[in-house]
DNA sequence: AACAACTTCTCTACGATGTAGACTGTAGCC
DNA sequence: GGCTACAGTCTACATCGTAGAGAAGTTGTT
């Protein structure tokens, strides 16, 4: 009666506050950077706001809701528009920021290439379509049809989502040990198996993400350049 | 005691045989294939090789562990060697092998980007690591230095990767309704923040995956090629 | 045939998870 | 005040992965 109305606020930072979508998603992106996608289950993230775990529930409808949510929030990061006139110049802005964007949320990266799977197009959230469709309005400014800045995208984004995949499965250990697990790794390979892979082994050690992302960018552009120079659509004055 | 030894066959179709883990495992995939990942569970495994859940645990040590088997049986389905001497040609066959694996097992997909993320490269089973071994060999035979056959398998196979998610994302609706669903949901798009998308969809309705991916393998192999024929290393006669 | 050593498979049990459904509080409005 | 709508909670249940002890089956030795 005279102690403090506040049972013991132990270890909730925040005072009850009124939660909202918002606060749910980012806890639960909070929650997914620093511990995995394992550890975001519907009692944790309740523990970590406070509150009841079917709490959740009002704002998103089941767990994959929410993984989709945190999906979203992240692509959110991306930032497209940019009034760069050189259109590989911004193809190679954006891919770079996604690649950012992916090792600063390696977690979440597996969510961003497989949740589309089971949504169709769409239907996905708007977050999600917005960077296709700002890259689709990028490539036609630049000259290319409707038609072939969709293959464009698609080879575009597909290099792109490769070579994230590629560079986070180089760098899952921390690079003071990388070397030398590397090569205990490697060393378990069987020699005539696999004798290039083995080889390759001080090559492997010291991988460079970003120089590994603009030699494909430049095989890529490259390609494309050429490609916009000809007469490729037979719609096209 | 007249009855017959074994209690009731019910639903087991094959008579009790010993396990072992290539049973265990393309049972798992025929589960997966089927009805998805998620159906994969220790129990309903078990059920369906009639055998308590409990036996899976001599074969796999654990559910992640099970996973990584199913993800190496089915990169075992890819066969690379062949005497081509046009490393164009070959990696042109195996990227559309690739392909046809992943729409035969498009529920795999998941797990072939997403479980290598989990083990360091060296630690991984080696089903996993022949595709790379044998596209090594390849293309320094095909007159590559060892260091720049490992970029440009990255550049490739990440490309490949990107691609078959890509078109996985585009097929999961059954192709009768594909179109009207399609529609459907780009129709749910504001047509204010999403005019390129929209205005694309009888573009999108009708996706050919295997010319896209050939599309892409023009303008990266056109790139390579102009690689291959530069003095690109120092160390190179 | 009898035993022993082993591998394989089964049983029981536990803690954790997602979530349904009924309930309790709380905020705004008349 | 009383009323309505919504936010948050409580309890409960089916299902999951898997630990640990034991039963059943197989194989080798004598």
């Known amino acids: 009666m005279s102690s403090n109305e506040n049972p013991v606020p132990t270890v909730v930072p925040v005072k009850k506050k009124r939660l909202n979508r918002e606060l749910v998603l980012s806890a639960a992106l909070v929650l997914v950077d620093s511990e995995g996608l394992d550890a975001l289950t519907m009692r944790r993230l309740g523990q970590e706001l406070g509150r009841d775990p079917m709490s959740l529930y009002r704002y998103a409808a089941n767990r994959a809701a929410l993984l989709d949510g945190v999906s979203e929030l992240v692509l959110n990061e991306l930032a497209i528009f940019s009034d760069d006139p050189d259109w590989r110049a911004q193809l190679r802005r954006i891919a770079h920021d996604l690649r950012r964007l992916a090792l600063r949320h390696p977690n979440v990266v597996p969510l961003l290439v497989t949740r589309p799977l089971s949504t169709p197009l769409g239907l996905r959230p708007l977050g999600t379509l917005r960077p296709l469709e700002q890259i689709l309005s990028l490539l036609i400014d630049a ?14 984004y597909g290099y792109l989502y490769g070579h994230i995949l590629n560079e986070l499965q180089e760098f899952i250990v921390d690079p003071d040990e990388n070397e030398a697990l590397l090569r205990l790794g490697l060393h378990r ?25 603009d030699q494909g960018l430049d095989i890529l552009l490259a ?3 050429a490609r916009l120079s000809l007469p490729e659509a037979p719609i096209q004055p």
């Open 143 to 156: 000259g290319f049809t409707a038609d072939s800045a969709l293959h464009v995208y698609r080879a575009y």
């Open 189 to 213: 390979l069987p020699p005539k198996d696999f004798p290039r892979l083995r080889a390759l082994a001080p090559v492997l050690a010291d991988y460079d993400g970003a120089a590994e992302l």
């Open 223 to 225: 390609g494309l350049a």
